[in-house]
């Protein structure tokens, strides 16, 4: 994926002002603190630590919206990856105001940084990405990660890929037809 960085870093600098990546604290493995890198997807804006962003979100740019159909605004994570701040595999990283929120909502949420955060996990492969509006989609999200954490292994993490694979072909394929 070398050649891509550099297509859509362009695509980003000609669509709207501003630097090509996001940077977002994070919580990760031991709940402690990293700089999780992403494409921009979105104006600058006051919001971004605070705010998840919705459907029709008003701060998502052109490319923006190809990018975050597609995941490759995550692709930039793999360089956390080779930090040793994330894994490819596990459950999501979220923003450092999220982790708060829902820490008070589910009691045992800080299961989730007993493992390293990954660019893709169980969670996402079932469908549960995006923004959590409420109880249920927090929780059923915190199921799919603790149920990762209490299965990891080799295999698990290859159905994973794959499916987050196929997922990536799919909506790829969706937009360009």
């Known amino acids: 994926?070398?050649?891509?960085?550099?297509?859509?870093?362009?695509?980003?600098v000609l669509d709207s002002k501003g630097p090509v990546f996001f940077v977002q604290r994070r919580i990760g493995k031991n709940g402690r603190s990293f700089r999780c890198l992403k494409f921009r997807s979105m104006i600058i804006n006051e919001e971004a630590d605070e705010k998840?962003?919705?459907?029709?979100?008003y701060r998502i740019t052109r490319i923006g919206k190809f990018l975050r159909r597609t995941n490759l605004d995550e692709l930039p994570q793999?360089?956390?990856?080779?930090?040793?701040?994330?894994?490819?595999i596990g459950p999501r990283p979220h923003m450092f105001s999220d982790w708060t929120r829902f820490s008070f909502v589910i009691p045992e949420y800080?299961?989730?940084n007993l493992m390293r955060p990954g660019i893709?996990?169980?969670?996402?492969?079932?469908?549960?990405?995006?923004?959590?509006?409420?109880?249920?989609?927090?929780?059923?999200?915190?199921?799919?990660?603790?149920?990762?954490?209490?299965?990891?292994?080799?295999?698990?993490?290859?159905?994973?890929?794959?499916?987050?694979?196929?997922?990536?072909?799919?909506?790829?394929?969706?937009?360009?037809?």
Not at 52 to 57: F, K, S, T, Y
Request: charged share 20%.
């Open 110 to 112: 800080k299961l989730r």
């Open 52 to 57: 998840q962003a919705e459907r029709n979100d």
């Open 1 to 12: 994926f070398a050649w891509v960085f550099p297509i859509v870093s362009l695509l980003i």
């Open 78 to 88: 793999f360089i956390n990856v080779l930090i040793g701040d994330m894994s490819v």
């Open 120 to 177: 893709t996990g169980l969670a996402q492969v079932k469908g549960h990405h995006g923004p959590t509006p409420d109880y249920r989609s927090i929780s059923t999200r915190f199921y799919w990660d603790a149920e990762y954490i209490r299965c990891a292994g080799v295999r698990l993490d290859l159905k994973i890929a794959f499916k987050t694979s196929l997922q990536f072909i799919k909506n790829l394929i969706s937009i360009l037809l």
